[in-house]
């Protein structure tokens, strides 16, 4: 088994959030001894300004699953890898790989250092889809959204993950390990341009009500990132010897904090397929692992879409976009939703 990995797990990234669920996945996996070491901030409320003004505070101890955490991603990734390379993998870091093409039973894998030849493989680059025509996948977006993150030190917290519905989209904040905060604006690309540039994203940051008091006078920031945030989908889920898992397969808006969890076990049922593959059950492997793909996010969509509907309070594109059309809107009433 060989992983490769483009970069390098050294820098910020954002997907803080890990739901109480993963426990089960994390000692599956085996790490969870270390994931409990790795002393992340465990969550202990969730905060929201979303439907109306007033906020609205969810404690973990009412959650039967508890609160989970609030990661320092790039330890957390950084964590996964040392587990793979334990049991075996070899890991290369630093290596991207740029095409697949169909060789024999398997895929010739191009690298910058030269090519390998794979009896599986399972594609799980993220957001990066570039390797979907490879496979002859069909990328579907079904939304977009665009995140304008900063990062920064001196900003401790009280383990809460803060969210505001604003005009332009929504905020969202956590406290992060060794006094960290992540706080990120979400809109749509073509709304938020402006954010790029930090006098726009600070001002924007100033008119929220929840979010702008989190961060202390002495807080300094260490890192900013822009990156694309919409739901979207492969087709098919898996293919000729190769099997999609996490975002590359299915990413989630992060408003449904399910990416990670949904990378962990898809990862998990992955690695099944890719095997049956490998033992010649090529047809099997492919059609169980796509009926559970789909099963995964049957609800996905119209949750999304209801939780959105009912901040839309304003009257901002990005808010008209999300609004139920009048009929879906008595359908909702009537559900009683
Ligand atoms: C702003 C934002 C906030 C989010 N918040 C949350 C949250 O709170 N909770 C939550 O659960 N989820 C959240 N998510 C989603 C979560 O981050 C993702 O769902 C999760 O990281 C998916 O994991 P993955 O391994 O599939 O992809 P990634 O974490 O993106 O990992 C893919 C890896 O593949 C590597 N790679 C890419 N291309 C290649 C290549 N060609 N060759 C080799 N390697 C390659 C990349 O370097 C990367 O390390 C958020 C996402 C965003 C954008």
Redesign the pocket.
């Known amino acids: 088994m060989v992983l ?4 390098r ?1 050294d820098r910020p ?7 109480a669920v993963a426990q089960g996945l994390l000692r599956q996996l085996g790490v969870w001894t270390p994931f409990v070491a790795a002393a992340f901030v465990d969550n202990r409320a969730v905060v929201s300004a979303w439907a109306g003004e007033a906020f609205d505070e969810r404690h973990s101890i009412f959650s039967a699953q508890g609160g989970g955490w609030q990661l320092d ?1 790039a330890r957390f ?1 950084q964590l996964l890898i040392q587990a793979a390379a334990a049991a075996g993998a070899q890991v290369r870091l630093g ?4 095409s697949a093409v169909r060789e024999g039973q398997g895929w010739r894998l191009n690298l910058a250092d030269g090519d390998i030849v794979a009896s599986a493989v399972i594609w ?5 889809w ?2 979907a025509r490879s496979f002859g996948a069909k990328l579907r977006a079904h939304g977009h959204l665009a ?1 304008y ?1 900063r990062f920064f030190d001196r900003a401790p917290g009280n383990c809460r993950v803060v969210i505001e519905a604003r005009p332009e989209g929504w905020w969202y904040s956590a406290d992060l390990p060794d006094r960290r905060r992540v706080v ?1 604006c ?1 809109t749509d690309p073509d709304l938020g341009s402006e954010l790029r540039d930090p006098k726009s994203w600070y001002r924007a940051l100033a008119a929220t009500q929840l979010i702008a008091p989190l961060l202390p006078p002495g807080a300094r920031e260490t890192a900013t990132l822009v ?3 919409g739901t979207a989908t492969v087709d098919p889920a898996a293919g000729e010897r190769w099997v999609a ?4 397969l299915f ?2 808006d ?1 408003l449904s ?7 962990l076990r898809s990862g998990i049922l992955a690695a099944y397929a890719a095997s049956d593959m490998v033992d010649g059950r090529d047809e099997l492997a492919r059609t169980r692992y796509a009926m559970i793909a789909s099963q995964g996010f049957a609800d996905y969509a119209s949750a999304l879409a209801n939780h959105y509907a009912a901040a839309a309070r304003w009257d901002t594109a990005f808010w008209q976009r999300r609004r139920h059309q009048p009929e879906e809107r008595a359908a909702y009433q009537e559900r009683g939703a």
């Open positions: 490769f990995e483009a970069g797990h990234k954002p997907g803080e959030m890990l739901a991603r990734d290596s991207e790989v740029r799980a680059t993220g957001r990066s570039r390797l995140a993150t990120a979400l990156k694309s945030a898992a996490g975002d590359s990413a989630a992060p904090s399910r990416g990670i969890v949904h990378a």
